[in-house]
């Protein structure tokens, strides 16, 4: 009965979940990197004084130098999960016994990135025995019973025990109590302290450790119970026994199973009117929450205030108060308000006499999965009505599904293309196998693909598209599909490939400069370089030959800012000294917000031009000059003829008749000489105009 009651205790205190447990946590090589409250006051220390040091710390020297102690950590950092009862030093160098799981966390490798410890402390226990019976025969026929001297002597033991422990009674009597117990623990200070006490009359009840003959281990119930004589003082002690090595390995089972499910699954336990009673941290960490701030709380924190407010909500307490099992999908909400959805079982637990006397919830975290789920059931809604391509495929690439726009964009009917892979379907002789090449590389490792690519239609006609194909995996994260979506993007494709042609013929038959936001020179294509005699923009000269606020009046710069594009002519000098002579158009290229990203100037090399122009005017003006010295030479001639006619005139009057034949040659040679001075003004005139047309000419060079 002892038995039973026992194991009824165990499995509540099991169903409990690690309600109350030390835990510390580790990098997979042991380093410590933090511990809950409950554990350092176990051990006696503070965080600090642990913290980046080794589990060893809390390890006998002598176990810590040990193989098993190495391949104990091994197989930690393989992801092998340890469970047992563990001998432990405290900071006093106390002896701490605990019952303890090291549990790898596994990362999205699979591999152990920490170790996390739940322990309980049994020291306690280890040190206490069960509640005293006495010497009863009744007991000593259905239990283990042997006979210590105070010093641990053995001197008698029943057919049970020796049974129970592989002995002849020979074998065992006139030998001490060590020969039971750990090597280890039978040179421990506990162990002296334990007999010590014995010796004082002190009782002892508790499960303990004992080795048999053969070796192995035996977890017995038993009592230490010292005799007391006639005055009151202890004499020997008897120790009553039961094998519980059976149900030590059913609870450990049991343990391992709880730990289990408390590994890969968020658990909750209510009372039966829902109230909190405990959480894992799995729990805790996919609502939100930390143990104290719902403990004591009702579930109805995690539903929806319209949903705890429903008959169906109290319904459903209702059901499991009455004992009835539940299981669903439910919609809960976190602490910060985002929607959580889990797979979720509520277990009503049982108590000897049959009666629910508490719930525990199972709920694993589903949000992800009803998310994508959901995002499907509208991407198949939206798929049938939008003008783009759309096609599914399965794992293998063959396709399962295409829209109507897939159809109206290749010409192939859904009959036609469903069990096909897209690119023996649709790709084609000028289709790019790089691009083909990218493509399968980011499909074979389950990755989303974005870029262009020339397909070709039903009837062999090309065409260009925008295409994206994402992955899409289940709840266990193993591909189920690619979902696909083409946009025809022909017309823009070709408007940029002419735009680029464009570009590329005005890079190369004019001088193209561009300065960044900064106003810093940014880029200088070839034949600027080679106008302006530098290497690239890196050139020290290069900043200096085309600084900006230099080359750009503040008004030329307002008319930018304004979005404005002018002509400007520029007088530079090259790297080597000569004067560069450039004629252009300025204008400023915007971002998306309407600021200012890049001053770009187009020009053309004036240089020969203006060199040539210069050059003939210098030879017009001294021709010119030559010409108007000439005219001038005319007109100082013309006026001593016309002196020269003017005296023989007044000399012919004089003659008389006889000088009548010279006045006439008089008048001839002073309308010749009239007629000069006439002919030099218009070439002073002509001289003058052609002067100022060069003038002109020069500016517009």
């Given amino acids: 009965m002892f038995t039973i009651s026992l194991m009824s205790d165990k499995k509540a205190k099991l169903n409990a979940l690690n309600k109350s447990q030390a835990i510390i946590e580790f990098k997979p090589d042991g380093t410590i990197i933090t511990a809950n409250k409950k554990f350092l006051d176990v051990m006696g220390y503070r965080l600090s004084d642990i913290k980046g040091r080794h589990h060893r710390i809390f390890v006998d020297p002598r176990d810590a130098e040990s193989a098993a102690y190495r391949e104990f950590w091994s197989k930690l950092a393989q992801g092998t999960y340890q469970q047992a009862e563990y001998r432990r030093i405290a900071k006093n160098g106390r002896e701490v016994w605990i019952q303890a799981s090291y549990n790898p966390i596994l990362g999205l490798t699979g591999k152990p990135y920490k170790i996390v410890k739940f322990a309980t402390d049994i020291t306690a226990q280890k040190r206490h025995n069960a509640d005293i019976e006495g010497q009863i025969t009744a007991i000593g026929r259905s239990q283990a019973v042997i006979h210590f001297a105070l010093d641990g002597t053995i001197t008698d033991a029943n057919d049970k025990f020796l049974e129970l422990m592989g002995y002849r009674l020979e074998e065992i009597v006139g030998r001490h109590h060590r020969i039971f117990a750990t090597p280890g623990y039978a040179e421990s200070a506990e162990y002296r ?33 010292p005799i007391f004589d006639v005055s009151g003082k202890p004499w020997k002690v008897v120790k009553f026994a039961t094998d519980v090595t059976e149900l030590k390995l059913r609870n450990a089972d049991y343990q391992g199973q709880i730990n289990a499910i408390g590994k890969s699954q968020a658990v909750i336990e209510f009372n039966l009117d829902g109230t909190i009673l405990n959480a894992n941290q799995r729990f805790l960490d996919m609502m939100g929450y930390r143990l104290d701030e719902i403990q004591g709380a009702h579930h109805r924190m995690f539903a929806d205030p319209r949903d705890a407010a429903s008959p169906e909500y109290s319904s459903f307490w209702a059901k499991l108060k009455r004992g009835e099992y539940q299981a669903a999908e439910y919609r809960r909400i976190a602490k910060d308000g985002r929607e959580v959805w889990i797979q979720a079982s509520y277990n009503p637990i049982m108590d000897l006499n049959g009666q629910p006397f508490k719930v525990v919830k199972f709920a694993t975290d589903i949000t992800e999965a009803v998310q994508r789920r959901e995002s499907f059931n509208i991407l198949s809604l939206v798929a049938n009505k939008t003008d783009n391509s759309v096609i599914i495929t399965g794992p293998e690439g063959n396709i399962q599904y295409v829209n109507p726009g897939f159809s109206r964009l290749t010409g192939y009917e859904a009959n036609e293309a469903i069990g096909k892979r897209p690119g023996d379907l649709l790709q084609g002789p000028n289709t790019d196998p790089a691009t083909v090449g990218r493509i399968r590389e980011k499909l074979a490792s389950h990755q989303p693909f974005y ?66 936001q900064d106003r810093r020179l940014a880029k200088l294509n070839r034949l600027a370089l080679d106008a302006l005699g530098i290497e690239s923009i890196n050139d020290s000269d290069a900043g200096e030959i085309l600084n900006y606020s230099r080359l750009f009046q503040p008004d030329e710069m307002e008319r930018l800012a304004a979005g404005l594009t002018f002509s400007k002519d520029f007088d530079l000098t090259c790297r080597s000294g000569e004067p560069l002579y450039l004629s252009g158009t300025v204008q400023a290229v915007r971002d998306v917000g309407g600021k200012i990203r890049r001053t770009v100037v187009i020009a053309i090399d ?20 030559q010409v108007s010295d000439t005219a001038s030479n005319i007109s100082a001639v013309s006026g001593q003829t016309n002196l020269l006619a003017l005296n023989a005139t007044i000399e012919s009057a004089r003659a008389g008749d006889a000088g009548k034949g010279f006045a006439v040659v008089a008048s001839e040679v002073k309308t010749l000489a009239q007629r000069s001075t006439s002919l030099s003004a218009e070439i002073r005139a002509v001289v003058e105009q052609t002067r100022t047309r060069i003038a002109e000419l020069s500016r517009l060079a």
């Fill in 193 to 225: 302290a334990f007999w010590q006490s014995l010796n004082r009359g002190e009782y002892h009840q508790d499960e303990f450790k004992r080795v048999r003959k053969d070796g192995r281990e035996v977890w017995i119930q038993a009592s230490y119970n």
């Fill in 451 to 516: 870029g262009e690519i020339l397909n070709y239609n039903k009837d062999k006609q090309p065409y260009w598209i925008s295409l994206s194909i994402n992955p899409i995996h289940d709840e266990k994260g193993r591909l189920e599909r690619y979902v696909s979506i083409q946009a025809n993007v022909t017309s823009t494709k070709l408007e940029a490939i002419d735009s680029t042609a464009r570009i590329d013929a005005i890079d190369l038959s004019n001088l193209v400069i561009e300065w960044d």
């Fill in 606 to 625: 004036a240089t020969a031009r203006r060199t040539a122009i210069k050059e003939t005017r210098s030879i017009m003006e001294t021709m010119l000059r």
